[in-house]
T-cell receptor
Framework: KAGVTQTPRYLIKTRGQQVTLSCSPI?????VSWYQQTPGQGLQFLFE???????NKGNFPGRFSGRQFSNSRSEMNVSTLELGDSALYLC?????????????FGPGTRLTVT | GDSVTQMEGPVTLSEEAFLTINCTYT??????LFWYVQYPGEGLQLLLK?????DKGSNKGFEATYRKETTSFHLEKGSVQVSDSAVYFC???????????FGTGTRLTVIP
């Protein structure tokens, strides 16, 4: 089975712009979670989607949003980018959302905001 | 709230040395505990896990035991190799939830 894929792998944006990141989960996985990794704050949970609905959300401002499509692929969007949004954004998928399955992580998208 | 406290790094060891990376947690109920590893330029890979007290997770020579009485899940390996050089993250997941709470990560460098 193919693993979790994320596109693009690298992205450079300017402050004030918006960005959309994409995640394709492992085939058959219906839960997709997003995490932000920065040197200062470490790994922090952004949100989780299951069956096209946001099920859980971390402590991030409304500029961070996401969605999930009927094929379980997910996108996250960050509007009005700030320098502090520079980070590695990781996507993880699992078959279900009851915590009984392992989460599989993608390689991440490295976003640089200048 | 739920949190994970992990030993600060970086840690530098010689090949074949013994490794311990400390991890303690705060959580309500009975969380599942994990160790993830991140190699340079890659995402996270699950190294091992334990889902209940006294469980021992093991993989590739690494071990960790879920100690509820001390709220700890320390990672150990008897003899490290250069290929073990990576960043190691301790994490917990609350019962019934799917999101993970991570520690700050510990960078391990193994020198020949």
């Amino acid at each position: 089975k193919a693993g979790v894929t994320q596109t693009p792998r690298y992205l450079i944006k300017t402050r004030g712009q918006q960005v959309t990141l994409s995640c394709s989960p492992i085939s058959g996985h219906r839960s997709v979670s997003w995490y932000q990794q920065t040197p200062g704050q470490g790994l922090q949970f952004l949100f989780e989607y299951f069956s096209e609905t946001q099920r859980n959300k971390g402590n991030f401002p409304g500029r961070f949003s996401g969605r999930q499509f009927s094929n379980s692929r997910s996108e996250m969007n960050v509007s009005t980018l700030e320098l502090g949004d520079s980070a590695l954004y990781l996507c993880a998928s699992s078959p279900r959302r009851d915590g009984s399955y392992e989460q599989y992580f993608g390689p991440g998208t490295r976003l640089t905001v200048t | 709230g739920d949190s994970v406290t992990q030993m600060e790094g970086p840690v530098t060891l010689s090949e074949e040395a013994f490794l311990t990376i400390n991890c303690t947690y705060t959580a309500t109920g009975y969380p599942s505990l994990f160790w993830y590893v991140q190699y340079p330029g890659e995402g996270l890979q699950l190294l091992l896990k334990a889902t209940k007290a006294d469980d021992k997770g093991s993989n590739k020579g690494f071990e960790a035991t879920y100690r509820k009485e001390t709220t700890s899940f320390h990672l150990e390996k008897g003899s490290v190799q250069v290929s073990d050089s990576a960043v190691y993250f301790c994490a917990l997941r609350r019962t019934g939830a799917n999101n993970l709470f991570f520690g700050t990560g510990t960078r391990l460098t193994v020198i020949p």
